[in-house]
Every structure is written in structure tokens, then in C-alpha cells.
């Protein structure tokens, strides 16, 4: 199983990005999935979940509004369409595959399978 996002970059303050997520080696309409991010000496967050067709979708109030998290089944490949980028949103963005369910999308524990990151950076 491998999940490589990509995306990540430098960016000012207030302008927009947009992450990916390709998925192999799962059947990906089977998995919701989640975007998590994690600051320098901070500990790893929810960012994003969307559920398994796209029909439910969930964010912490830090991003609600800003973020969208979309997903393409025929691609296996989720998004993450970032706006009004804060400098606090600085962090290595992570992707993650949990099997079927979407309850509790928001606790790491729950997910089976993580990418490796990017990093996103945002100027003041």
C-alpha cells in the first residue's frame, strides 16, 4: 500500500494550495480518507476527512472554511484544496486510508494506512 501526497510548497500568507494524495494498493472507494498535519514540536492534528463516495466531509474549526477535501474514486487520488493560507497552518501535511468506516475520523488510531508527507510552508 503506498499513499505519496504531494503538493506542498512555499506559499505567502492568504494565498492557496492544493494537496494530493495518490493511492495504490487498496480498492480506494473502500477507504475514507483523512488529512492530518503536524507542526515543528507540536503534536500530529485532523485536518480533513471525507468519507468514501465524497458525501460527508469534516473539518476542526482551525480550517473550516478554508479547506475543502475532495476525492476522485476513478483516480484514487484525494485532494485537499487549501485557502487563505495562516502562517500557523505551517506543517508536513500527511494522508491516511482507513478501511470502510468513517466514524471517529478524526483519531489518528483509526486509520490503517499513512503517506509520508509535505511539507507546506506559509510566509508571513
Known amino acids: 500500500v503506498q499513499l505519496q501526497a504531494s503538493g506542498g510548497g512555499l506559499v505567502q500568507a492568504g494565498g492557496s494550495l492544493r494537496l494530493s494524495c495518490a493511492a495504490s494498493?487498496?480498492?480506494?472507494?473502500?477507504?475514507?480518507m483523512g488529512w492530518f498535519r503536524q507542526a515543528p514540536g507540536k503534536e500530529r492534528e485532523f485536518v480533513a476527512s471525507?468519507?468514501?463516495?465524497?458525501?460527508?466531509?469534516d473539518y476542526p474549526d482551525s480550517v473550516k472554511g478554508r479547506f475543502t477535501a475532495s476525492r476522485d474514486n476513478a483516480k484514487n487520488t484525494v485532494y485537499l484544496q487549501m485557502n487563505s493560507l495562516k502562517p500557523e497552518d505551517t506543517a508536513v501535511y500527511y494522508c491516511?486510508?482507513?478501511?470502510?468506516?468513517?466514524?471517529?475520523?478524526?483519531?489518528?488510531?483509526?486509520?490503517?494506512?499513512w503517506g509520508l508527507g509535505t511539507l507546506v510552508t506559509v510566509s508571513s
Open positions: 491516511a486510508a482507513r478501511f470502510l468506516s468513517y466514524s471517529g475520523t478524526s483519531e489518528i488510531e483509526r486509520y490503517n494506512y
Open positions: 494498493g487498496i480498492t480506494f472507494s473502500s477507504y475514507t
Open positions: 471525507i468519507s468514501r463516495y465524497g458525501g460527508i466531509t
